[in-house]
């Protein structure tokens, strides 16, 4: 018998209760998604998934057989402190871990059963703080369930244990920033990074030349890579910017040279933008050995002879 049957003998899987009824027999927070007992050695874990994606909490069943479970901490970089420590030290100290789902603004939360931690991994997910569009570090437990059969989600991804890099079709819309909220200003530049794309590849197109993007899952990552643009015919890989400031051109050659690594032939690199850049911008790019790509009137311009 766990303590939760204890003191609830009639409580299933499945089973609902209210989140007040348990912290009255067990103790601990009850605002806290993880909430660990000062009286009783029990760890429960509340889960909200709809509720909680607008912060990067992404949980539920991987195809895995696992419960992923994000750790605590909406604002700056997870640590393990707190609940996210109680977790991770739960076997050591003796302690079970039990998982509830469900809001708990005093509807009851149904009860998932009790599990046990495999290990954690670290993904990105949206700061807390809405608006700023910052990405943040944020830890994942992997839960072994212990008294239930898993589920295995087909809509949910296992960590793959090697990189695989796919050719996918640019009208994919999948994008590494698709599961956070950007800022209001980085929406302006996304929307005219967006329509820059499509007019480039029609251009190609109208030039012979059909244009594919890169889907890359790196070897023990959560999320996908995507490219913007990967040209086969010339073995060039493209990242798009809704502006010629520097901080984005710093980013795009940052992701260049992220993606690079995972491409066999390693291609050479350019940026594609809405306007010439300006002339230190433009030495930046070229002691990058990262090429230039920009509209003038009803073609682009594709600066790319520094180019090995």
């Given at each position: 018998?766990?303590?939760?049957?204890k003191h609830f003998p009639d409580l299933k899987v499945g089973s609902t209760i209210k989140r007040s009824d348990l912290h009255e027999a067990i103790g601990g927070q009850i605002?806290?998604?993880?909430?660990?007992?000062?009286?009783?050695?029990?760890?429960?874990?509340?889960?909200?998934?709809?509720?909680?994606?607008?912060?990067?909490?992404?949980?539920?069943?991987?195809?895995?057989?696992?419960?992923?479970?994000?750790?605590?901490?909406?604002?700056?970089?997870?640590?393990?402190?707190?609940?996210?420590?109680?977790?991770?030290?739960?076997?050591?100290?003796?302690?079970?871990?039990?998982?509830?789902?469900?809001?708990?603004?005093?509807?009851?939360?149904?009860?998932?059963?009790?599990?046990?931690?495999?290990?954690?991994?670290e993904t990105d997910g949206p700061d807390g703080k809405k608006g700023t569009g910052a990405l943040r570090k944020v830890i994942k437990f992997r839960l072994k369930p212990l008294?239930?059969?898993?589920?295995?989600?087909?809509?949910?991804?296992?960590?793959?244990?090697?990189?695989?890099?796919?050719?996918?079709?640019?009208?994919?819309?999948?994008?590494?920033?698709?599961?956070?909220?950007?800022?209001?200003?980085?929406?302006?530049?996304?929307?005219r990074e967006s329509s820059l794309v499509t007019e480039y590849v029609k251009w190609k197109k109208e030039n012979g030349i059909i244009l594919e993007r890169l889907k890359i899952?790196?070897?023990?990552?959560?999320?996908?890579?995507?490219?913007?643009?990967?040209?086969?015919?010339?073995?060039?890989?493209?990242?798009?910017?809704?502006?010629?400031?520097?901080?984005?051109?710093?980013?795009?050659?940052?992701?260049?040279?992220?993606?690079?690594?995972?491409?066999?032939?390693?291609?050479?690199?350019?940026?594609?933008?809405?306007?010439?850049?300006?002339?230190?911008?433009?030495?930046?790019?070229?002691?990058?050995?990262?090429?230039?790509?920009?509209?003038?009137?009803?073609?682009?311009?594709?600066?790319?002879?520094?180019?090995?």
């Amino acid at each position: 018998m766990n303590i939760l049957e204890k003191h609830f003998p009639d409580l299933k899987v499945g089973s609902t209760i209210k989140r007040s009824d348990l912290h009255e027999a067990i103790g601990g927070q009850i605002r806290s998604g993880i909430s660990p007992s000062s009286v009783e050695k029990i760890v429960m874990l509340f889960s909200t998934p709809t509720a909680g994606e607008q912060y990067g909490y992404y949980d539920g069943w991987f195809q895995d057989g696992y419960f992923h479970y994000c750790g605590e901490g909406q604002d700056g970089d997870q640590i393990f402190q707190r609940g996210n420590k109680a977790i991770l030290e739960h076997e050591r100290l003796g302690k079970e871990l039990h998982l509830f789902l469900g809001t708990s603004k005093g509807k009851p939360v149904s009860y998932e059963g009790q599990f046990k931690l495999v290990d954690y991994y670290e993904t990105d997910g949206p700061d807390g703080k809405k608006g700023t569009g910052a990405l943040r570090k944020v830890i994942k437990f992997r839960l072994k369930p212990l008294n239930r059969t898993p589920e295995y989600s087909k809509g949910l991804p296992i960590i793959p244990d090697e990189t695989t890099t796919d050719t996918v079709p640019i009208e994919n819309n999948h994008t590494e920033r698709a599961y956070y909220t950007p800022a209001k200003g980085e929406v302006t530049a996304e929307r005219r990074e967006s329509s820059l794309v499509t007019e480039y590849v029609k251009w190609k197109k109208e030039n012979g030349i059909i244009l594919e993007r890169l889907k890359i899952k790196p070897k023990g990552e959560e999320k996908p890579l995507f490219t913007d643009i990967f040209d086969h015919s010339d073995n060039l890989l493209i990242e798009a910017k809704g502006s010629t400031a520097r901080e984005y051109l710093r980013s795009a050659v940052g992701q260049l040279m992220d993606y690079e690594r995972f491409i066999e032939s390693r291609p050479r690199k350019a940026v594609l933008v809405p306007e010439m850049p300006r002339k230190d911008l433009l030495d930046y790019l070229r002691h990058c050995n990262v090429g230039v790509i920009y509209p003038s009137r009803d073609e682009f311009i594709e600066d790319l002879t520094q180019l090995g």
